[in-house]
Structures are given as structure tokens and as C-alpha cells.
């Protein structure tokens, strides 16, 4: 009988066009299930907690999948992890009930984006955070986060998405907006039942332009009602975005 079983995966996604699989094209999916498939004996699917876009990372991706294979599970994370690119570890494998489903299942989920502050950024930054080191108020972007806690339409943050319908519903809950600075490194931490295409880049670059001056803490209720995604700011680069943690 076919056991289900939940993973917990790390990944960095720089070399990756993002978490799906796509014809022809490195991905975080396709190369577990390249991997899974090798030790199955035949494809394998997994299904992730959400898709992440080319170049995000994650430290704790959560998916989903069925196997047959009856391998103790951390004899088969040590298995996965043998023929994995190093960019991609599992972290944790563990026996699930049979209806678990990695997307359905989950309750919130916290991203993390990092941009670097000071006027030189290391080498060993420079994959993982955005190099911003240009005047901002970051008091003003601090107190501006909250204001997208709550239920919203948040087309105005999302970017055009080709797989989506019309129909899909742009409401999300937003349960804590937070702007943290560590010296040279500044941090905004979101966390939510569920995230629009580009979603947290697109309320980073929208944070920037109040730090910026460009936009004030009043206009933010204004940009969430037009539903108008050319009010809002740009879309940061991938490379500082980070999922964090899924709760289920």
C-alpha cells in the first residue's frame, strides 16, 4: 500500500527556475522527482506548499507525496540527499496521514526579505539579499508594514500571473507585517494565510518607495482599494526572498 509522507526541504534558488516543474529547465520539483523517481522505481509527484519563483530560496519548503518504497524514513532522506544537487537538501521526512496534502493542508506561511544596507555588500551576500544602499526613513517604512495586516484584495501587490483564472480570488489575511533592521541588514517578515504571484517582492518594492518619500502611510489603503497594480511600487529582485516556515 502506498504511505504518505511529508517533507521539508531547503533549497537554495538561485540556479533554479523556481519551485515547478518546467520543460527543459533546472527546478526545485523536478529534481526531487528525478531523485524519488530513481528510488521508486517510477515517477513520482510531489506537490509543494506553494510555488516559489525562479531565484527565491527557501528554508523550509514543505511537500507531499505517495510512495510505495517502504524505506524507513530517514534512511530515505539520507538516500534523496546522496543524489541531490547540494543547492537542495531535505531536511526532515516523516509519515503523514493519507489525506495529507502539502498545498491544501496549510494553515499560514512566513516569508522573509532581506536587503543589504551598507555601501559595499560581500560576496557571500550577494546571492541572498538586495544591495540597497541609498537614503531611506525606514521609521516611516516600519509604521507603514502593519497597515496590510488584515483580510485585503490585494491585487494591487500582485503581479500578472498566466496559470491563474480570472475567477481566483485575490483575498488574502495577512496575520503579522514587521520591518526589522540588524545593522547593516534589514528585514521584513510577513506572514499569511496565502501569497498572489509576487505578492511579498511587490510590498517590498511598494515599502521602498514610502522609505523613498515617493509614497506616504496614507496611500496604502488607497493603493489596496484601486486594486491597481501600476499604484503600487516595483518588484524587488528574487534573490532576497526567503519562505521561512509552513504551518499546517
Known amino acids: 500500500m502506498p504511505r504518505t509522507l511529508k517533507l521539508t526541504i531547503a533549497y537554495d534558488g538561485t540556479d533554479f527556475h523556481g519551485w515547478q516543474i518546467q520543460p527543459a529547465l533546472p527546478t526545485i520539483q523536478g529534481e526531487l522527482e528525478r531523485v524519488l523517481g530513481e528510488i521508486e522505481g517510477h515517477p513520482v509527484a510531489i506537490a509543494g506548499s506553494g510555488r516559489t519563483d525562479a ?108 496559470s491563474a483564472t480570472e475567477e481566483e480570488s485575490c483575498v488574502r489575511t495577512i496575520f503579522s507585517s514587521r520591518l526589522e533592521v540588524n545593522r547593516d541588514l534589514l528585514y521584513y517578515r510577513v506572514r499569511g494565510s496565502g501569497f498572489l504571484h509576487h505578492m511579498v517582492r511587490n510590498i517590498v518594492g511598494t515599502l521602498l518607495e514610502v522609505g523613498k518619500g515617493n509614497l506616504a502611510l496614507a496611500d496604502i489603503p488607497r493603493i489596496l482599494e484601486s486594486g491597481d497594480r501600476t499604484q503600487a511600487g516595483p518588484t524587488v529582485p528574487a534573490r532576497g526572498l526567503f519562505l521561512v516556515e509552513v504551518e499546517y
Open 55 to 162: 531565484g527565491v530560496h527557501a528554508l523550509a519548503q514543505v511537500a507531499s507525496l505517495r510512495l510505495v518504497n517502504p524505506i524507513p524514513a530517514a534512511n530515505l532522506r539520507r538516500a534523496v540527499n546522496r543524489l541531490l544537487p547540494p543547492s537542495i537538501r531535505v531536511l526532515e521526512v516523516e509519515e503523514a496521514a493519507p489525506d495529507f496534502h502539502a498545498r491544501y493542508a496549510a494553515r499560514s506561511k512566513l516569508y522573509e526579505y532581506r536587503l543589504w544596507r551598507a555601501e559595499v555588500c560581500p560576496p557571500m551576500m550577494w546571492r541572498y539579499v538586495y544591495h540597497h544602499p541609498y537614503p531611506l526613513d525606514l521609521a516611516a517604512m516600519a509604521e507603514t508594514a502593519p497597515l496590510l495586516e488584515g483580510t485585503h484584495d490585494f491585487r494591487s501587490l500582485a503581479s500578472v500571473d498566466d
